[in-house]
């Protein structure tokens, strides 16, 4: 079946902690994309990605990171300089970036921090 | 600037009884609305893109409408299985996707 993943469900982490969290599409989308979801914000977007190898910085990129090195990946790290990291974390995939296509969006990562 | 805002926050219905929600924008090119429904704690699950104003689509209970300014998300004889957050977000001109905060419905028997 093509889609979307994301892991883990659930993460815990202490502060000062860097986490990263992974997602994963079968799809053969180029375009992929990072959201964080807090209650009543609605979706901000983090990073996002057009083709392997390059990734440009979203709304709230401050803290974040992220990789492009194959198609099917792009996993983002939470770093300890993200002040506020507990939240919703969704990924999602595109055929291609640019406004036009349809985003398919994995189930998402709820990331808290202790 | 590119804006999204959806309305209202959140929507009370019976079984049965119809309504619409509302997802205003203001972009200087649209390149495409999209409507998702979301269910607590799961990720957004597309439910219809629109690219020009006049353009309708529909799937079962829902019917999506398009005009220059904002887009209606009507739901017809709503039973609480429909009961979600439904989210619009926008595709602008430059490429950017900006989401509104959506409207939660809650359907009752």
């Known amino acids: 079946d093509g889609g979307i993943t994301q892991s883990p469900k659930y993460l815990f982490r202490k502060e000062g902690q860097n986490v990263t969290l992974s997602c994963e599409q079968n799809?053969?989308?180029?375009?992929m994309y990072w959201y964080r979801q807090d209650p009543g914000q609605g979706l901000r977007l983090i990073y996002y990605s057009q083709i392997v190898n390059d990734f440009q910085k979203g709304d709230i990129a401050e803290g974040y990171s992220v990789s492009r090195e194959k198609k099917e990946s792009f996993p983002l790290t939470v770093t300890s300089a993200q002040k506020n990291p507990t939240a919703f974390y969704l990924c999602?995939?595109?055929?291609?970036?640019?406004?036009?296509?349809?985003?398919?969006f994995g189930p998402g990562t709820r990331l808290t921090v202790l | 600037e590119d804006q999204v805002t959806q309305s209202p926050e959140a929507l009370r219905l019976q079984e049965g009884e119809s309504s619409s929600l509302n997802c205003s924008y203001t972009v200087s090119g649209l390149r495409g609305l999209f409507w998702y429904r979301q269910d607590p704690g799961k990720g957004p699950e597309f439910l219809f893109t629109l690219y020009s104003a006049g353009e309708e689509k529909e799937k079962e209970r829902l019917k999506a409408t398009l005009t220059k300014k904002e887009s209606f998300l009507h739901i017809t004889a709503p039973k609480p299985e429909d009961s979600a957050t439904y989210l619009c977000?926008?595709?602008?001109?430059?490429?950017?996707?900006?989401f509104g905060k959506g409207t939660k419905l809650s359907v009752k028997p």
């Open positions: 977000e926008m595709g602008g001109s430059q490429g950017n996707l900006i």
């Open positions: 999602a995939s595109a055929p291609r970036a640019g406004g036009t296509d349809t985003q398919y």
């Open positions: 799809l053969n989308h180029d375009a």
